[in-house]
C-alpha cells in the first residue's frame, strides 16, 4: 500500500510537531497549533507531561481546553515519574485528579526521590494506602540510591 503524497506530509507534519513538543520548541507547536494541526489524540500532551514542558501544556490547553480533558491523569502519570513539578502543577489547575491509578502520580514521585513533586500532589489530595518503607520497588530505589551517590 503506497501513502499519497498528502498522507506522507501529514505524517511528516505529524513527526515534526512531536519532535518540537519534546524538544520543548515553544514557537513551532505554537505556529503547527496556528494551522490546525491535529491535537485529538493526546500524544502530544502527554508527549509534553513527560518532558515536562509547562508551558506547551498550557499552550495545548488554551488551543483545546475541553478536548483534552480525557487525557489530564495520563499526563499526570506522564509527569509525575520524571518529577516535572510545574507540570503537574498545570495538570492539577486544569482539573486532573490527583488521586488517580490509586495514587500512582504520588507513588512515582516518591519512588523517583522528587519530593517536590510528590508534595504538590499530597497538597491536591493525593495519598498513599502502603508505607512507601514496605513497598519493594521503594525500598530498592532508595538503596540503590544510598549505593551509588557519590560522596
Do not use: W
Not at 503506497?2 to 505554537?30: M, P, Q
Amino acid at each position: 500500500m503506497t501513502l499519497s503524497s498528502e498522507d506522507r506530509l501529514e505524517s511528516l507534519l505529524n513527526k515534526l510537531f512531536i519532535g518540537a513538543v519534546r524538544d520543548g520548541n515553544y514557537h513551532t507547536v505554537g505556529v503547527l497549533l496556528t494551522e490546525g494541526i491535529d491535537i485529538s489524540g493526546g500524544l502530544a500532551f502527554r508527549e509534553a507531561a513527560a518532558y515536562g514542558h509547562a508551558e506547551i501544556l498550557r499552550l495545548f490547553l488554551y488551543a483545546s481546553p475541553r478536548g483534552l480533558r480525557p487525557y489530564l491523569e495520563s499526563a499526570l502519570c506522564a509527569a509525575a515519574p520524571g518529577g516535572h513539578t510545574d507540570a503537574v502543577r498545570v495538570l492539577l489547575e486544569a482539573g486532573a485528579d490527583a488521586s488517580v491509578h490509586q495514587h500512582g502520580p504520588l507513588r512515582y514521585a516518591e519512588e523517583n526521590g522528587h519530593t517536590e513533586t510528590a508534595r504538590a500532589l499530597r497538597d491536591a489530595g493525593s495519598y498513599r494506602t502502603d508505607k512507601p518503607e514496605e513497598n519493594p520497588v521503594t525500598r530498592l530505589r532508595a538503596a540503590l540510591r544510598v549505593r551509588f551517590t557519590p560522596r
